[in-house]
């Protein structure tokens, strides 16, 4: 009867330390868990830190271990001057979310998927110039990538804000573009991935009274830049950009809108494109200056006839077309095409008001044989010419 006995008591005990040890685990598991984000939020706020010519911070951090994802909440980095030691707003959001996107595991591929809500940008002259931003943030996307290792596929902004301020004008100009909603798909060609153009971005926003709207296709794994885009804004209410008007052209603008349509191609090095703004009921001077002084009067005035003149009396609209062509590295916009079509809308036509569908991704190519064949030419018979 002792054996048995014996036999018994092992197997309990045996039983005893295996729960022991997996309760164990289970308590480390909750601790590391507990303790996880904390640990990142003080990794990622380190960072933030040392990024050169910024400051940043995180005020929380939560993981989503059963979806892959991590959510970061009340982000912001800040442009610091390094003499006065001044801090001037770049980018912020009240919530990122990065995490692994599941439909695209039924296409084979393990891909990320970047949610922005609230996200903010704001560019200050002679604080955040593009150039300067690109090379010193360079840290920012190292810290993504040590958050979300996965290539992003998919992303897509809501509320969004981008601003531009020059607080050294006068009058201090301050504009804003405003409730963004963008989305980028298919970035890592997962779909798709034999088309010319495997990606798509969508934007729409509210500028002023008006409406901003962007489509764009794209490759962006390409060792070129390849896209094809089209972007209008309809309605913006001229006499809003009163601050922009005085501080740069020292007049403002009593009634008035703006459309404003572009196309924009680049394939093999090479662009093609054009901007098409459309000025509707223009009023600069009005009863409103009554209270500016004469000379004032006087340059408004000049501006205002340049309206009339320019101004294509049965639409009650000025418009012009902007076309331009060239390499990425050398952009050629055409100044004296844009004053011919301008005078042209003026007194013989008014440009219709919509995207004329006429650049697409063959575009450059066509205008990079013609331009081919121009300097072809221009070899053949040039010395011919300058004789």
């Known amino acids: 009867m002792t054996e048995p006995n014996r036999s018994a008591t092992d197997v309990q005990k045996k039983r005893g330390r295996k729960r022991r040890v997996f309760l164990w685990i289970v308590v480390i598991l909750v601790l590391v868990r507990i303790a996880l984000p904390y640990a990142l939020l003080y990794v990622a706020n380190d960072r933030l830190a040392k990024i050169p010519g910024y400051h940043g911070h995180i005020e929380d951090l939560d993981l989503a271990i059963y979806r892959g ?3 970061l909440d009340e982000f912001y980095l800040d ?3 390094s003499i006065a030691h001044d801090t001037t707003p770049f980018l912020g959001a009240g919530v990122i979310d990065l995490s692994v996107e599941w439909r695209a595991l039924f296409h084979g591929e393990l891909v990320g998927e970047l949610e922005i809500d609230r996200p903010r940008v704001r560019f200050t002259l002679e604080k955040a110039e593009p150039a300067d931003v690109a090379k010193d943030t360079a840290s920012l996307g190292e810290l993504l990538d040590d958050f979300m290792p996965l290539s992003i596929n998919r992303l897509q902004l809501r509320d969004g804000r981008i601003e531009y301020g020059d607080p050294s004008s006068s009058p201090p100009v ?3 573009l405003t409730d963004l909603e963008a989305l980028a798909t298919n970035l890592t060609s997962v779909e798709n991935e034999d088309d010319l153009l495997p990606s798509a971005v969508t934007a ?3 500028v002023y009274k008006g409406k901003f709207q962007l489509d764009m296709e794209l490759d962006p794994l390409s060792e070129q830049t390849i896209f094809d885009l089209n ?12 601050a922009f008007f005085q501080a740069y052209g020292n007049f403002d603008v009593n009634r008035g809108s703006m459309d404003l349509y572009t196309e924009i191609a680049t394939r093999d090095g090479a662009f093609s494109g054009y901007v098409k703004p459309v000025i509707k009921d223009l009023d600069v001077l009005g009863k409103e200056d009554k209270k500016d002084g004469i000379l004032h009067k006087l340059y408004e005035g000049i501006v205002g006839t340049a309206g009339v003149v320019l101004q294509n009396r049965r639409e009650d609209q000025i418009a012009t077309k902007l076309p331009f062509e060239g390499k990425l590295d050398n952009p050629n916009a055409r100044t004296w095409t844009a004053v011919v079509e301008l005078l042209r809308n003026a007194f013989i036509r008014a440009l219709e008001p919509v995207i004329d569908r006429e650049i697409n991704i063959e575009t450059p190519l066509i205008q990079e044989k013609e331009e081919e064949r121009k300097g072809l030419l221009k070899k053949v018979f040039g010395k011919k010419e300058d004789k």
């Open 69 to 71: 994802a991590y959510r």
């Open 79 to 81: 442009k610091v001057d």
């Open 174 to 176: 301050d504009l804003a």
């Open 204 to 206: 729409n926003a509210n």
């Open 231 to 242: 972007m209008k804004l309809n309605g913006v209410a001229l006499p809003e950009l009163n």
